[in-house]
């Protein structure tokens, strides 16, 4: 498997004080497609998510393979995994407040990440900031670099902070329920962002969320998790459509309207 063919997890096991906190997760999530990880509060997903970045509980054991790129995640050192988070791995938090520091410039946030990572001079740093600030669309970027989070709205950060992920072109995004912090009328604009940063760079987005709503419009592939373990998984259309499982049914049921949304061309959503 190359890192162009995004993210596979076998098997996945994690243990905390003697509580299994997952039980054997198989996902794949493919370069160019969006993977969406539904479940309720403690099903597990953040932690999936977590220890694919190398970040698992502390104290926790850990079992399985997480594959990328030939090689398995979980075998890593963690100065190995440390190398790789923030450049070829990435996460978008939920509170873009919590990833962005209070009392350092946009601008000086994104060249520092960018220059720790790619080694690039302040005006190469500075040059790429621009490009990534437009290309998840924050109005003036220019102007956007010399000013600080608290001058921005909540959706304008979590733009940010997409970017601030994407800035050392990553492989992988896990996105862990980005838009639960916003107002509802911006939360559309942040997912439409994410589906084209997808489409447009190729990358492998778990996107992890309880809302199946917001899976149902956007993700190629859902997986339901539920108590650790996969329940369900398969494409958008068969899981709204025809899910399987009683927990899955259930989720479906309480959308307002099951319906997946509208197949993308070449049969993506």
């Given at each position: 498997m190359s890192a162009a063919d995004g993210l596979r997890i076998s098997g996945l096991t994690l243990e905390l004080r003697?509580?299994?906190?997952?039980?054997?997760?198989?996902?794949?999530?493919?370069?160019?497609?969006?993977?969406?990880?539904?479940?309720?509060?403690?099903?597990?997903?953040?932690?999936?998510?977590?220890?694919?970045?190398?970040?698992?509980?502390?104290?926790?054991?850990?079992?399985?393979?997480?594959?990328?790129?030939?090689?398995?995640?979980?075998?890593?050192?963690?100065?190995?995994?440390?190398?790789?988070?923030?450049?070829?791995?990435?996460?978008v938090f939920q509170d873009p407040t919590a990833s962005l520091h209070p009392m350092i410039s946009v601008g000086g946030q994104l060249t520092d990440h960018i220059r720790h990572h790619l080694h690039l001079n302040r005006a190469q740093a500075r040059a790429r900031a621009l490009e990534v600030l437009e290309q998840v669309r924050v109005p003036?970027?220019?102007?956007?670099?010399?000013?600080?989070p608290h001058e921005f709205s909540g959706g304008q950060l979590q733009r940010i902070a997409i970017g601030i992920a994407i800035a050392c072109r990553p492989s992988v995004l896990v996105a862990d329920e980005?838009?639960?912090?916003?107002?509802?009328?911006?939360?559309?604009?942040?997912?439409?962002?994410?589906?084209?940063?997808?489409?447009?760079?190729?990358?492998a987005v778990l996107l992890i969320t309880h809302d199946l709503a917001v899976m149902s419009s956007m993700a190629d592939t859902i997986v339901v998790m539920r108590h650790g373990r996969v329940v369900e998984s398969g494409?958008?259309?068969?899981?709204?459509?025809?899910?399987?499982?009683?927990?899955?049914?259930?989720?479906v049921e309480a959308l307002p309207d099951h319906r997946p949304g509208p197949t993308r061309s070449g049969g993506q959503s």
């Open positions: 003697g509580q299994r906190i997952l039980d054997g997760v198989d996902l794949v999530a493919p370069a160019g497609q969006v993977t969406g990880l539904a479940g309720e509060s403690g099903s597990g997903k953040t932690v999936t998510g977590m220890t694919v970045l190398g970040l698992p509980p502390a104290g926790s054991v850990v079992g399985g393979s997480i594959e990328y790129g030939g090689t398995d995640l979980l075998r890593l050192s963690a100065r190995q995994h440390n190398a790789l988070r923030g450049d070829q791995l990435a996460m003036e970027p220019a102007q956007a670099l010399r000013k600080y980005p838009t639960t912090a916003l107002d509802v009328t911006v939360q559309a604009g942040v997912m439409r962002l994410l589906r084209d940063l997808c489409d447009d760079l190729g990358l494409s958008r259309y068969d899981v709204i459509r025809s899910p399987q499982h009683p927990y899955t049914r259930d989720l």
